[in-house]
């Protein structure tokens, strides 16, 4: 039972492990799991459950992971396994496509999540108002919302509503933000648009939970989290953990943490690779600013040329590489590895120990 006044509105979750917590497993979770997983988010009172290959629909490839099924495919057996949530999917542009999302209205879904750099919302325009025309509801996301003031953040967003998206995020891809700067952007978004406002974290400061919590103290209304915090890097918001801290804080959010708990537990827990942790890479995604489906690539680059994650991720930062930009992690640890040696060639020549 809540300790705390109740607050102003409602709070929707959207749990996410069946599509950012794919970049974990490696895109790996078969479509039984899918199903086991989200009856279990079902049954927890999760309103929204999203789907499907960790970086979108349409992403299943040698450069982004190969899954196991078919983005269809995972659909279909979430539709069958729920009761009452909604079955969602991530449309990327460029990456995701029309005839994909056709395919994934078919088998069931009824909410599409279309999700654009946040300097790039012009790009969301075109699956938006299909997909309004197809009756979806429509969430957008502005990724790496860090990299923008608050101002331009917010005209970037009027864009997505003009559109006529449903839910505008704020999201934190990075997991760069604080709870300040959290609810400075959705404060903003909520007096500037009639949508709902909605916030996507991730853990690599370690305050995912915080900020979630910042967000809906802003007005935001959809708030996303996955099971054991499963997700890119450091992961997300925990949504067993934030079931149990938004009901201490007063917020009406429907769910029933219990089978949440006991889905994360018994059924996810088993198919984990290892426990989603905040080591040094994931940390200095956050800090740099990076996107965190970088994680795993820049790890292998850093073996790959024997250099440390910490300084290819901080030159990325430095560049501004954004989501859509994985070729440039090999191409700036090349080019960080030919420097190196040349550094040493030249001390070598004027008698400097290397």
Request: aromatic share 6%; with cysteine.
């Amino acid at each position: 039972m809540s300790t705390a006044n109740p607050k102003p509105h409602k709070i929707n979750f959207v749990d996410t492990t069946l599509r950012d917590g794919m970049s974990s497993v490696s895109h790996q979770f078969t479509p039984a799991n899918v199903a086991a997983i989200a009856a279990g988010l079902d049954a927890g009172g999760i309103g929204t459950i999203e789907v499907a290959h960790g970086i979108g629909i349409g992403a299943s490839s040698l450069q982004y992971g190969r899954a196991v099924a078919t983005d269809p495919e995972y659909v279909a057996a979430a539709v069958g396994a729920v009761e009452n949530a909604d079955i969602a999917v991530l449309y990327v542009p460029g990456i995701s496509t029309i005839p994909v999302l056709a395919d994934c209205i078919e088998a069931g879904i009824k909410t599409v999540r279309v999700a654009v750099h946040c300097t790039e919302a012009d790009c969301g325009q075109q699956p938006i108002e299909w997909a309004k025309e197809q009756g979806l509801t429509v969430m957008t996301f502005l990724m790496m919302s860090h990299k923008l003031e608050v101002e331009p953040l917010t005209e970037q967003a009027r864009k997505l509503a003009s559109y006529g998206a449903d839910v505008v995020y704020v999201v934190d891809s990075a997991g760069a933000m604080v709870p300040e700067q959290a609810a400075a952007r959705v404060s903003s978004f909520v007096s500037a648009l009639d949508t709902e406002v909605g916030f996507h974290s991730h853990n690599n400061l370690g305050v995912a939970i915080g900020n979630a919590l910042a967000a809906a103290e802003a007005g935001a209304t959809y708030i996303d989290g996955s099971l054991r915090g499963l997700g890119a890097s450091a992961g997300n918001a925990q949504t067993e953990v934030m079931a149990a801290a938004f009901e201490r804080a007063g917020w009406e959010t429907g769910a029933n943490i219990w089978p949440l708990i006991d889905t994360a537990e018994q059924v996810l827990a088993p198919l984990m690779k290892q426990p989603q942790i905040v080591d040094e890479t994931a940390l200095m995604l956050g800090y740099a600013g990076v996107y965190s489906t970088f994680f795993h690539p820049t790890k292998r680059a850093a073996d790959k040329y024997h250099l440390s994650s910490r300084d290819i991720l901080l030159e990325l930062g430095r560049r501004n590489i954004i989501g859509g930009q994985e070729d440039m992690i090999i191409d700036v640890a090349a080019e960080m590895s030919a420097e190196r040696s040349t550094s040493q060639m030249s001390a070598e020549r004027n008698g400097v120990p290397a």
